[in-house]
């Protein structure tokens, strides 16, 4: 039976994931606020067209990516041989596990958290402490000093944190992620820091990676960048510490498209941080109104909030269902009575806020 024959971690009863086939397109009438993508009209409509100038060479020739490790290196003021370009910040994340861990390592996660983090830990049949969010008024947060103490007793091989974390919106400062990185260091702990939502949370560890061989970063363009949909992010790392990255990577990291058109994205990178500040200044306008009606929010960082419509929940669930998607609800205690939306511009969160006030 092939079932004898697989990694021990893929007979998990509890390990499903989706069928591509199986996928359900979104209504393209509606307002897309349910996945943390960049929908800012002005700036998609700029990137839009970058594809009319990537030639045929980017679509029937295997990748060339030292340019791009090379622009990395630029804007994020580290070497190229810092740099491993992913699938996503997810390959980022799935790289690690696959460089780092064996059967039954020790994995400290958050939770709630990215969904992945869980579905690789059973993937490679490791061992896996959590740390729970606590409920909190302003947002969901989790004690430094209980991260610590965890660390200590436990001492896990691979400890992930995102920072901001999803769907939190939750981040721990500067100052206590160096002291967790120098802590991780001195335990013999890799830790990886997802810094998937830079720049909307414009803090970075990244500068870190040269002193310290234990610290990975995971990045993405498919958030402020707003390119979900090219499946492309890297890794940062010190050097010696990526070279293990490289030895098991496929034949070519990403495809030639992809490279083309982030090689020519990064040329516009002002355009980026412009759309981040209009989709930051919607958050604000956004979250000020929802107060004017009465409605409790969450203090996150990154382009989404929470807001929880209390009573009038189920009204404004329906009123809203036919004109934008977001996420009506959590199982997790800690966001519990919350909805999601993705940070958008003030023009896409007016037609809602009419909504509301109609009702």
């Known amino acids: 039976m092939v079932k004898d024959l697989l990694r021990n971690g893929l ?15 979104r209504d393209k009438s509606l307002l897309w606020l349910d996945k943390n993508e960049n929908v800012d009209v002005l700036y998609n409509n700029f990137m839009s067209e970058i594809p009319s100038t990537i030639s045929i060479d980017n679509i029937n020739c295997y990748p060339e990516p030292a340019k791009l490790y090379y622009k990395l290196s630029e804007i994020d003021g580290l070497s190229p041989e ?39 830990c059973k993937v490679y049949n490791t061992k896996v402490d ?17 991260i610590i103490k965890i660390l200590n007793k436990t001492k896990p091989k691979l400890f992930c944190l995102p920072n901001p974390d999803s769907p939190t919106g939750s981040i721990l400062h500067p100052d206590e992620l160096t002291k967790l990185i120098k802590l991780c260091d001195k335990l013999n702990i890799i830790i990886l820091i997802d810094e998937a939502y830079y720049p909307y949370y414009d803090e970075s560890v990244i500068e870190k990676t040269k002193h310290f061989q234990n610290l990975i970063v995971a990045r993405t363009f498919s958030k402020a960048w707003g390119l979900a949909g090219l499946r492309l992010g890297y890794a ?24 083309a058109f982030i090689e020519k994205a990064i040329d516009f ?22 107060k004017k009606l009465g409605f409790h929010t969450l203090v996150t960082q990154g382009n989404f909030l929470h807001v929880n419509f209390g009573d009038r929940s189920n009204l404004i669930h329906n009123s809203l269902e036919s004109k934008v ?13 919350f909805s999601r939306f993705t940070a958008t511009t003030k023009e896409n969160f007016i037609p809602i806020i009419k909504i509301l006030k109609n009702l």
Not at 236 to 243: L, Q, R, S
Not at 269 to 290: A, D, P, Q
Not at 325 to 330: A, E, G, Q, W
């Open 325 to 337: 998607l977001y996420r009506k609800s959590f199982n997790e205690e800690c966001l519990r009575g």
């Open 269 to 290: 990178e002002y355009k980026m941080r412009e759309s981040v500040k209009r989709i930051m200044m919607g958050k604000e306008y956004f979250i000020n109104e929802l």
């Open 130 to 146: 959590y740390l729970e969010y606590e409920r909190d008024l302003n947002c969901p947060y989790i004690n430094l000093d209980k």
């Open 82 to 120: 810092s740099f491993i370009l992913t699938p996503g910040s997810d390959g980022a994340i799935s790289s690690t596990f696959n460089v780092f861990l064996n059967k039954d390592d020790k994995v400290l996660i958050t939770k709630p958290t990215f969904a992945m983090y869980s579905i690789y």
């Open 11 to 25: 007979n998990n009863e509890s390990l499903n994931r989706p069928f591509g086939w199986d996928s359900k397109p």
């Open 236 to 259: 940062v790392g010190n050097p010696k510490t990526i070279e293990y990255f490289h030895k098991i990577k496929p034949m070519y990291e990403i495809g030639s498209y992809s490279i």
